[in-house]
């Protein structure tokens, strides 16, 4: 904004300049011809001496106009430059914020991922141990119910052997 302010303070200047060499030719332009003489040799003379002495001073009011736009334009673009130079340096600085940033969250991003990761883990595990606990309380049972299996066999097989006893008896006394 300052800059801009300053370009038109210096655009006004410039154009005051103008103004100030445009009275300067008016003013020469304005001259009385009546002093220059129109019909003798002597006045054809100053006439022309006039118009030579109005194309140097148009001249000289060309080229210090185009210095003055020049050295303008050098002014604007070295303050646009400097400006241009301002801004990226900020930008620049914005930017590597926003990288900082950027990386901090990407941290914490990789750091909850690890935390949900390790949850899930621990509650695959706690689910394993459940499973686990499941599976002995199973064996448990069946191992009772093998016990139990076990135990009608050996019953069975001394009922078995009772009744091959008593029937081995049974056949010794009749034959008796």
């Known amino acids: 904004m300052e800059d801009i302010n300053l370009v038109t303070r210096e655009i006004q200047a410039i154009e005051e300049m103008i103004k100030e060499l445009r009275t300067k030719q008016t003013s020469r332009r304005q ?3 009546v002093s220059i003489g129109r019909s ?7 006439r022309a001496a006039y118009l030579k002495s109005l194309q140097s ?5 060309n080229s210090i106009a185009m210095e003055l736009l020049e050295s303008c334009l050098r002014q604007k673009r070295t303050k646009l430059i400097q400006s241009l130079k301002h801004s990226l340096t900020e930008h620049s600085k914005q930017l590597e914020a926003v990288q900082d940033y950027l990386s901090l969250k990407q941290a914490e991003l990789a750091e909850a991922q690890n935390d949900i990761q390790k949850q899930a883990l621990e509650s695959y595990i706690a689910e394993g141990f459940k499973r686990i606990k499941l599976l002995k309380s199973d064996l448990k049972k069946h191992q009772a119910q093998l016990a139990d299996l076990q135990a009608i066999a050996d019953i069975e097989a ?16 009749s034959e008796v």
Not at 57 to 61: C, L, M
Not at 158 to 173: D, G, T, V
């Open 158 to 173: 001394i009922y078995q052997r009772a009744a091959a006893i008593f029937l081995s008896f049974e056949q010794s006394q």
């Open 57 to 61: 001073t148009q001249s000289e009011f």
């Open 31 to 33: 001259k009385p011809l």
């Open 40 to 46: 003798t040799a002597s006045g054809t003379a100053q």
